[in-house]
């Protein structure tokens, strides 16, 4: 494929990605509210029984009701969406690993689930618990659910991308762009960046950065042995290729 065609495929595969995430948010909107309290859900089992959650602008229900239908939305579509990412990448690998299509969508759909999750039940308690644990006689909790709505899905969204991780560095392997020896020697470099990012994608305390960053480091570190093991893998197939075609030959 030329340049022309590259952007031409890039373009199509971006308005189908589109489309279907707003189609998923026009599902979504009929549950904007019930979805809302499921994202409530952790705070407000923290919060003392005389605080809730307010709102200081007159529409900010309506627009965050909206905002959290939205992303539900790719969350409900983030499969057709992987299955664009493939199409559009599928051309420039070889024809054994162009059959993985549907692997890679199920596991990268999985593993962003999983982020989630990661985060709705594991970092959103913790790191909660930890702000709420300034509270005293003198201070008390008042949440607005913009600052709160804008602080979870950062976080959601922020996780589901970081456990993509894996998908991510084998794929890049499998164009060529990466390998696993150029990963490991990279390592020290990674942690760093791990880290920063974390401090980019958490509010600025360090059991969210620190609950961000170490998954990350350990996903990178399963990535370089998974890719290690397919590039293992691709080279005892292309020692067998050539060796029919040298008997094909003779």
């Known amino acids: 494929m030329s340049f022309f065609d590259h952007l031409e495929e890039l373009r199509t595969r971006l308005i189908r990605g589109v489309a279907a995430i707003l189609v998923g948010f026009v599902v979504c909107i009929y549950f904007g509210e019930k979805l809302f309290e499921l994202l409530a859900s952790p705070l407000a089992k923290l919060l003392p029984g005389d605080s809730t959650l307010v709102f200081t602008g007159l529409a900010d229900p309506f627009f ?11 969350f409900l579509t983030i499969p057709y969406v992987l299955h664009q990412v493939w199409k559009f990448i599928a051309p420039g690998l070889h024809a054994r690993e162009a059959k993985f299509a549907l692997p890679f969508v199920v596991i990268a759909t999985l593993l962003f689930y999983i982020g989630a999750a990661f985060a709705y039940f594991l970092v959103f308690p913790t790191v909660f618990q930890f702000f709420l644990s300034y509270q005293n006689p003198e201070l008390k909790p008042m949440i607005s659910i913009k600052d709160y709505v804008s602080l979870v899905m950062k976080l959601m969204l922020g996780f589901g991308a970081i456990f993509e991780t894996p998908v991510i560095v084998v794929f890049l392997g499998l164009l060529g762009v990466v390998n696993s ?3 490991k020697r990279g390592r020290r470099y990674f942690i760093v960046g791990g880290f920063i990012i974390a401090a980019i994608l958490t509010p600025p305390d360090v059991v969210s950065q620190i609950m961000m960053a170490l998954p990350l480091i350990l996903l990178f570190e399963l990535s370089i ?3 290690a093991v397919i590039e293992k893998r691709r080279k005892k197939e292309e020692a067998e290729d050539d060796e029919m075609h040298s008997s094909e030959d003779i």
Do not use: S, T, W
């Not at 965050?64 to 790719?74: E, M, N, P, Q």
């Open 181 to 183: 020896d150029v990963l």
């Open 64 to 74: 965050i009701y909206l905002k959290v239908a939205f992303v539900a939305g790719i």
């Open 225 to 227: 042995q998974v890719l």
